[in-house]
Structures are given as C-alpha cells and as structure tokens.
C-alpha cells in the first residue's frame, strides 16, 4: 500500500522535483558554445567573429591594460564573474552584478542601466567609456589601446579581413562590431530542457517533469516572470 505522505514530505518532494528542474534550465545557461542550428557563416563574417574572440579576451583592450571582457564574463562562470556585484578595473563595486552572456543576441535588454532596448553594439560602448560606474575604463586611453591593436599583426590581419571595404580599419567602431559579432556565437540550446521542449520526451527525468509542470502551472506561475525559453520577460522588477 503507499504510504500516506505528510505535509512536509509532500513539501520536501516538490522542493526536490524544483530543484531538479531548475538545474536542468540553468543548465542552458551554463552549456553555452554549443552551435545553434544555422547556415555556416560567411569568410568574412567568420573573420569578423574570430576578431571579436580576441579583443573579447585582450586585456589590453582597457585602459589600465589589466581587464578584458571575459574579466567579468567569464566562460566557466556562465559567462559571469560569479560575485555579487560586479568590481570595475578601479576596483570600485558596482551596484549590479555581472548578467550571463549566454543567448545575449536574442535579448533587447542589454544592462541593468538602461531600460531601453539597444543593439549589442551600442551596449559595448558602456562597459569601455563609462564613468558612472568605470568598468573597463578606457575613456581617455583610446590612442594607446589603438596603437596596441594597430602594432599586432594578427589583429591588422583580422580587421583587414573582417572590413576589406576599409582603408583604416582599426576603430573603436568595429572594435565593438567585431565583439558584438563574437557574443552572438555565445549560444545555449541543447540543454536537457531545450531538447524537452524540442519534443524529446525522455530528456527530462520523472521528477524534472513533475518540478516543471509546477514550474509552469497556476499555482505556483514562476513562469509568468520567467517565461520560456530563456526564463526571463526581459523586464525590470522592484521586488523588495
């Protein structure tokens, strides 16, 4: 005969069949670099993305010289720094914390500064020159960091090859192009919850399933905020 389960255990059970479906989501945030379905970039787009990779994790890209883009996002971290508040190359703590980058080319909402939607472009201006807070602080140091990338030869070759139509190239302009470019490689799909809602049923466990349903469903509406696929309605909430 089953045993007749008490209010905790029955409480215990639903924690559990969340917690497991909670990893499986966060998952998808964490298996970031897997390749979405998509036609093959082109040679100069792809020139243009492996260009983005390197200033991505240049160093030399701030002012200081001491803080690359993957200082705060780092790939282990789900593209985060893990803390609970970002620290700018001053040292200074932010405010915020560091967001993942993970599927950061489907979201419109690039930043906890700017309720506005933006294009990742113009969000890469901020972490460079911002003052309030300084991130990479490279307001003030463009012509040394320009003169860094411009003395590389690997890098006159990849903006050469990335911007042929150019004489001069090297610019702060497509310095964020070519970053844009490269987080929008930075892509998360192939989560057990992604291949679930793909129509793989055996991709979630029993208990997985259970914590989704509760995930989803009217009693609990996690869902109504945080909404499939990436579990977020991309809006700002006071709560508390």
């Excluded at 792809?46 to 780092?74: N, Q, V, W």
């Excluded at 320009?146 to 030869?153: D, G, P, Q, R």
């Amino acid at each position: 005969m089953r045993p007749r389960l008490t209010r905790k255990a029955t409480l215990s059970r639903h924690a559990r069949a969340g917690a497991l479906v909670t990893a499986a989501i966060l998952f998808a945030a964490f298996s970031t670099g897997t390749a979405a379905r998509q036609q093959p970039p082109s040679r100069q787009h792809a020139t243009l993305i492996e260009l983005g990779r390197h200033l991505f994790y240049d160093i030399r890209l701030s002012g200081p010289g001491y803080m690359s883009c993957a200082t705060c996002h780092k790939p282990e971290k789900a593209f985060t720094d893990g803390r609970p508040v970002a620290i700018g190359v001053t040292g200074e703590r932010h405010t915020r914390n560091t967001p993942t980058l993970a599927n950061i080319g489907d979201f419109k909402l690039l930043g906890w500064a700017n309720p506005e939607p933006q294009s990742l472009e113009a969000q890469m201006l901020r972490p460079l020159f911002s003052e309030t807070p300084i991130e990479m602080g490279t307001l003030g140091h463009e012509t040394p960091v320009l003169l860094h990338i411009s003395s590389n030869a690997v890098y006159r070759e990849l903006f050469e090859g990335a911007f042929p139509a150019q004489p001069a190239p090297i610019n702060f302009d497509n310095i964020t192009r070519a970053i844009a470019a490269f987080q929008r490689t930075l892509i998360s799909r192939d989560s057990p919850y992604d291949r679930f809602a793909a129509g793989d049923r055996n991709a979630l466990s029993p208990e997985a399933r259970q914590g989704l349903a509760l995930f989803t469903g009217e009693r609990l509406k996690c869902s109504q905020c945080h909404q499939p696929p990436h579990f977020t309605d991309q809006r700002f909430h006071n709560t508390g």
